[in-house]
């Protein structure tokens, strides 16, 4: 069955760095991208971006453009986000999702917390 | 950058029907936005109930389907049971890659 396992919670001081990984498993890892969204506390969904698998071509949100990086791992069948530069508004439960454009968004990860403050 | 409104919440009865909406600013919700619609429940990860406008998965209760109505797409829910009590979340792409959820219906099964 498919799976997607996500690291643990974070916690962070503002202007720090945060890698969230997102390990798959169940299908074939090379077949589907991943989307990451992220939920910051008591408020909606917000979509943040998509990577291909096969090619590397990411999409992000005008938000965390320039901040952000994703990236898989074909040896480990791991996806990471990584956001830079951190602030108060980036604490959020973070969500991987398997389906990156023109695939379904199907399995969602458990979700990691990161938590940015001093 | 285009916003996708939702109903922010909304009442159904047992046994009841209802149908929550999705709009983009830019204009009507067409195919091509490949609506999505996504069932969250407290403490819980989101769950993908319909992509690209109708189509559902394996988990989806058929008591849920979607469609694209007045200019908008549309998640009718047909004979609510409580259990169907959550928060819902569309999601629509556009044009270059990017994509946008709406900020959620809380739905309620009284």
């Known amino acids: 069955q498919v799976q997607l396992v996500q690291s643990g919670a974070e916690v962070k001081n503002p202007g720090a760095s945060v890698k969230v990984s997102c390990k798959a498993s169940g299908y074939t890892f090379t077949n589907y991208g991943f989307s990451w969204v992220r939920q910051a506390p008591g408020q909606g969904l917000e979509w943040m971006g998509w990577?291909?698998?096969?090619?590397?071509?990411?999409k992000f949100a005008q938000k965390v453009q320039g901040r952000v990086t994703m990236n898989t791992d074909t040896s480990t069948n791991t996806a990471y986000m990584e956001l830079r530069s951190l602030r108060s508004d980036d604490t959020a439960v973070y969500f991987c999702?398997?389906?990156?454009?023109?695939?379904?968004?199907?399995?969602w990860g458990q979700g990691t917390l990161v938590t940015v403050s001093s | 950058q285009a916003v996708v409104t939702q109903e922010p919440s909304l009442t159904v009865s047992p046994g009841g029907t209802v149908t929550l909406t999705c709009g983009s600013s830019?204009?009507?919700?067409?195919?091509?936005?490949?609506p999505y619609w996504f069932q969250q429940k407290p403490g819980q990860a989101p769950r993908t109930l319909i992509y690209?406008?109708?189509n559902i998965h394996s988990w989806t209760p058929a008591r849920f389907s979607g469609s694209l109505l007045g200019g908008k797409a549309a998640l009718t829910l047909s004979g609510a049971q409580p259990d169907d009590e959550a928060d819902y979340y569309c999601l629509l792409s556009y044009s270059g890659g990017a994509r946008l959820f709406g900020g959620g219906t809380k739905l309620t099964v009284l």
């Open positions: 830019t204009g009507a919700v067409t195919s091509g936005h490949y």
């Open positions: 990577i291909n698998t096969d090619n590397g071509d990411t």
């Open positions: 999702v398997r389906g990156s454009w023109g695939q379904v968004n199907d399995y």
């Open positions: 690209d406008t109708s």
